[in-house]
C-alpha cells in the first residue's frame, strides 16, 4: 500500500480532518491486555490517587496511538508514517462513568520536505488540556 495522498495536492498549512476518540475504563482495559501494560494507574482508582494522580488516566502510548490515527486515515497508509514523536505534557483521565473521556485531535501539514514527505505537526486535547507537546510525524506522501 502507498498513501492516497499526492505530494503535489498539499501545501503548508493543510489541515486534516480532526478525529475524537473517545476512551472508558473498558478501553484501557483491553488496552492492558493487548500492551501488557497493566500498570494499577490505568485501572485502579485508589491506587492512581494514592500516587497523587486525580483518578485513573489513560496509557500513554495509548494516547499517541489515537493521536495518529488522524495521520493515517488522511494518508490513507499506517506505513507513510515513517517518524513520530511526542512529548507527553498532561495525563488523559479516565473518570469511572458512562461517558469516560475525550481525546480531541487536530492536525495541519507544518513543512514540505524532500522526497515526497512532509511533516504534519498534531494538536491533542482531553478536557479542555493539551495532552501531548512537540507531536510531529513526518509522513511520506504519493
Not at 515513517?82 to 461517558?99: H, I
Amino acid at each position: 500500500m502507498t498513501a492516497k495522498i499526492a505530494y503535489d495536492e498539499v501545501e503548508v498549512g493543510t489541515e486534516l480532518p480532526a478525529g475524537t476518540f473517545p476512551v472508558t475504563r473498558a478501553t484501557l482495559v483491553q488496552y492492558a491486555g493487548a500492551s501488557g501494560d497493566f500498570n494499577p494507574i490505568h485501572w485502579n482508582e485508589k491506587f492512581a490517587r494514592e500516587v497523587g494522580l486525580p483518578d485513573v488516566i489513560a496509557h500513554g502510548m495509548f494516547t499517541m496511538a489515537e493521536a495518529i490515527r488522524v495521520v493515517t486515515d488522511w494518508a490513507g497508509d499506517p506505513a507513510a508514517v515513517v517518524e513520530y514523536g511526542v512529548r507527553f505534557t498532561k495525563p488523559v483521565v479516565v473518570p469511572n462513568d458512562d461517558q469516560g473521556a475525550v481525546i480531541e485531535v487536530s492536525a495541519k501539514v507544518a513543512a514540505k520536505l524532500e522526497d515526497g514527505r512532509v511533516r504534519v505537526d498534531l494538536t491533542a486535547t482531553s478536557a479542555g488540556q493539551k495532552v501531548l507537546g512537540m507531536s510531529r510525524a513526518v509522513v511520506e506522501l504519493a
